[in-house]
């Protein structure tokens, strides 16, 4: 059996987006449970009048490292009394769109979760 669930939840008066899909398989005595979610938001807007501007205000960005850092995240629990495997994997950082004259800030966050237990009677996903 495999059963299916997908999510798109958007706030614009927070400037957030969250996209989570969530699938749970049960075959050969297992349950799967895999949840996949992404998470963005805008942090902040940076207007320019001019490309002159906006390629200066680039440069300077560019020239900062701070910025460019990624943050990643594997953890693994594993337990033999209950015979159970978590995996869970994340990744943070930030990246720049450029819409107009208008330059946007955006940070994200991705998240797998992998959990395997063997198969019980109204397994419900993600514990």
């Not at 850092?69 to 990744?91: A, G, N, P, Q, V």
Request: net charge positive; hydrophobic share 35%.
């Amino acid at each position: 059996m495999r059963e299916l669930i997908f999510k798109n939840l958007h706030t614009p008066s927070s400037k957030k987006r969250d996209i989570s899909v969530e699938e749970v398989t049960k075959r050969n005595g297992l349950a799967s449970t895999t949840q996949k979610r992404s998470i963005y938001f805008v942090r902040g807007v940076h207007h320019v009048k001019s490309k002159n501007q906006m390629e200066g205000w680039l440069e300077k960005k560019k020239a900062d490292q701070s910025l460019n850092k990624k943050f990643f995240h594997i953890l693994r629990k594993s337990s033999s009394t209950s015979k159970e495997d978590k995996l869970i994997c994340k990744m943070r950082g930030s990246f720049y769109a450029v819409l107009g004259m208008d330059v946007y800030d955006i940070v994200f966050v991705h998240s797998i979760r992998i959990q395997v237990k063997p198969e019980e009677k109204g397994v419900e996903g993600w514990k």
